[in-house]
């Protein structure tokens, strides 16, 4: 169904200032629901309401606090707060240390969401004419190629290039399908796709409650993203403390955050003249055989939600709509 | 065939120092190539010599020096040089400068042949105990997801970290094939494996001499791993300026090296604890059916090197060494 962009935005404000949240930090975590579910990316959207940790039910301990600092970098303790949040704070420091030194790294820790869609951090330090790479860890969900045993995260990787137009946003889940995927599948009762998960004995699933219980499986069951997904673990589990967090039944998940200042080499101009050349260049070749068009990497999210913001409406899934409904009924009382 | 390390080290010295190369650079370059022959990256070793462009041919223009530098940053001229010799000034910089300000980014432009085995500059720097990160760019080769153009390269990329053993090495070309692949399978009188290039006009091709004419295609023949191949093109091109390489129909490659020191998060013992009790975890889950037990990235190509040194023998092509040992012959005369 198709819903006005504020009343949503509205509506994601009412429940999360309803419990723990103060009305800023209910605007950062709308911001970040709000780019996915406008991009298209409806597994990072509204439906972070819903499922088995929703999140306006997350009670955060305490605020994001640094705990290391150096001129480059900055070592966060999430305090239990929503990933948004955390990823947020680690972005605009990412953002004010880079442009000063050149360079910045952003390790953190004990989040207690997933940060959404990570693209949107990676597009926020690109928007400063800087380049960003962004990791996110989560729960343990997916086995390693190779392994039946849910051993790593769904683990997302986002890069954020400056061009002479919107940054080149490239932002994957290394997993074969997200773990809100499967809650989606779950609510709407629909049946996974084939070769994106495993029961308990390691068999091939297409039952999204056995697939929870079970493992999910790397994207393009290779060894090649596996690795990568395994790199991403240690990121932002070794590196940051978080790779214990298996070990109480809860994930503190880590994060890891870098920008890259291109007046270290090229030139902030020159980077976004030589990549706008390199888009353009995919853009206008040959497609093959089963396209009509080239796209490059975070094409579609683009357009999606520069449709979206033009016409201030998106298209919603009406069964997660009306559960926030319900949600809001609920708080009233 | 079965060959002594020692005088594979001394028949590739003596083909190096022969043409354009002082010894102590001969050994710089006899030492990557080695990592990958005893690796069994056999695309990345002795292979080098022959082909289009073997690397004894390559005359440097000069010297790589620096043109610009930071802290924590290092921008290299490469100067016609063989990408190892960038490379290892690079390798060796960013462990520098890491070890003293706990982070380092060296971006290199103008090598003249592929860095070799990209995991052999990840694993020095994770010998010290950093966490690696290197990108290699390569010339024009592979078309894009959904293009039939050749407008990116091989681009691989390594990562390594530090353990309580030997570092995880994982690295990997984005491309289904490398070039000296292609290169190989010529050589060879081998066809080469379905989907990995396409000829002129975009049609799949098995033959390596119509795969050099048209373009090979990114690993998995999925979005994911072509837009892995795109950033990477974008950090070893757009940001060293090394994008408008094939404009004079040569290609001066660009490099990205990335050192974190875990000192900055949780230090480094302590990482090295983390990595290894995930390393422990992967390796001790239930395999899938298709496998008798579960590999961690690298673990192959370690063994494979482990066995070698031990026996100071490596397994390699007859024909490849039957070629090395007629240009040394040309060579003396």
């Known amino acids: 169904m198709k819903v006005k962009i504020n009343e949503l935005q509205r509506l994601m404000h009412q429940i999360l200032t309803s419990r ?15 780019y996915a579910e406008i ?25 994001p606090k640094i705990i290391k600092e150096t001129q480059s970098s900055v070592f966060i303790d999430g305090g ?6 955390v990823a947020k704070m680690a972005t605009e420091l990412a953002i004010t240390k880079c442009s000063q030194n050149g360079f910045a790294i952003i390790g953190a820790n ?16 690109a928007k400063h004419d800087l380049i960003g790479i962004v990791m996110s860890g989560t729960p343990k969900a997916v ?18 290039f400056p061009t002479e137009n919107d940054p080149l946003v490239f932002d994957i ?32 699933t297409k039952d999204p409650e056995k697939a929870m219980k079970g493992a999910l499986l790397t994207f393009g069951e290779n060894r090649k993203m596996s690795g990568l997904s395994i790199v991403i673990e240690l990121f932002t589990g070794a590196l940051v403390g978080a790779i214990d967090s298996d070990t109480d039944g809860k994930w503190y998940s880590g994060n890891l955050f870098i920008a890259i200042d291109p007046n270290l080499f090229i030139g902030r101009e020159k980077l976004k003249k030589n990549s ?51 949600l809001t009924k609920k708080l009233e009382k």
């Open 173 to 204: 889940a290394t997993a074969a399908i997200t773990w809100y995927g499967l809650v989606k599948a779950k609510i709407m009762g629909q049946k996974l796709p084939e070769g994106v998960a495993v029961d308990e004995l390691g068999n091939p």
């Open 276 to 326: 706008t050349l390199l888009i353009n260049k995919i853009k206008k070749s040959r497609p093959s055989s089963e396209y009509e068009k080239v796209i490059i990497p975070g094409e579609m999210a683009l357009k999606s939600r520069k449709d979206a913001e033009a016409k201030g409406i998106v298209e919603v899934d009406v069964k997660v709509y009306s559960e926030m409904l319900l």
């Open 143 to 160: 086995a390693p190629y190779g392994s039946i045993d849910r051993l790593i995260g769904i683990n997302p990787i986002a890069f954020g």
């Open 80 to 85: 239990h707060n929503p990933g948004m949040l």
């Open 39 to 63: 991009s298209g990316k409806k597994t990072q959207g509204i439906i972070k309401f819903l499922g088995t940790e929703p999140i306006q039910d997350i009670k955060p301990l305490y605020k």
């Open 20 to 34: 723990y949240f103060t009305s800023p930090e209910a605007k950062d975590i709308v911001e970040v629901l709000l």
């Open 110 to 125: 004990n989040s207690y969401s997933s940060t959404g869609a990570i693209g949107y951090y990676a597009n926020e330090i």
